[in-house]
T-cell receptor, first 113, second 117 residues
């Protein structure tokens, strides 16, 4: 079935460093792609999305581009802050189902001052 | 609008007991989803409703799991004869109907953490 694979953590960065969290997917057709974030003690929040090839999702300084040729949706941020410390989940909705989110295992990010 | 709410936030139960969780979606959302998240894993889809109709339930983990959404508003997830392996976070999400902007955006509640002793 359709699935995502994301880099294992934990990722530890210093404040203001550049962030990349890799996510690749396996799917038939054109799934919709998402990044969710889970801050400590809080629920999942939608961070950004892209629904077709070459779309770029962006929010709060984070970006990810839907790359069909490499089946990737890597999350990037130019300058991380301590407040970005959280677990980040890559997810997709298959094009043939339209409802169930299939999540990766999550990548824990710790940003130190 | 206060977002998706779930009750209780925590539930501790003894093995063999039945438990029921409640989810109240965002008021204008007609789709409601249940997921389960175990430690160190991403959420796993269980079932979903469009209005009061349960359109997918084949991924419920066993016949001990059932869900209802009787009037198309709040939903309940019941686990009968709980087992220690049922210990997890149970998440609810909702989304707007197809055709509106953001139809695929699922908004999650804070979850109910179940501990089976």
């Amino acid at each position: 079935g359709d699935s995502v694979t994301q880099m294992e953590g934990p990722v530890t960065l210093s404040e203001e460093a550049f962030l990349t969290i890799n996510c690749t997917y396996t799917a038939t057709g054109y799934p919709s792609l998402f990044w969710y974030v889970q801050y400590p003690g809080e629920g999942l929040q939608l961070l950004l999305k892209a629904t077709k090839a070459d779309d770029k999702g962006s929010n709060k300084g984070f970006e990810a581009t839907y790359r069909k040729e490499t089946t990737s949706f890597h999350l990037e941020k130019g300058s991380v802050q301590v407040s970005d410390s959280a677990v980040y989940f890559c997810a997709l909705i298959p094009s043939n189902s339209g409802y169930a989110l299939n999540f990766g295992k999550g990548t824990s990010l710790l940003v130190t001052p | 609008d206060t977002g998706v709410s779930q009750n209780p936030r925590h539930k501790i139960t003894k093995r063999g007991q039945n438990v029921t969780f409640r989810c109240d979606p965002i008021s204008e959302h007609n789709r409601l989803y249940w997921y389960r998240q175990t430690l160190g894993q991403g959420p796993e889809f269980l079932t979903y409703f469009q209005n009061e109709a349960q359109l997918e339930k084949s991924r419920l983990l066993s016949d001990r799991f059932s869900a209802e959404r009787p009037k198309g508003s709040f939903s309940t997830l019941e686990i009968q004869r709980t087992e220690q392996g049922d210990s997890a976070m149970y998440l609810c999400a909702s989304s707007a109907r197809l055709g509106q902007g953001g139809a695929y955006e699922q908004y999650f509640g804070p979850g109910t953490r179940l501990t089976v002793t």
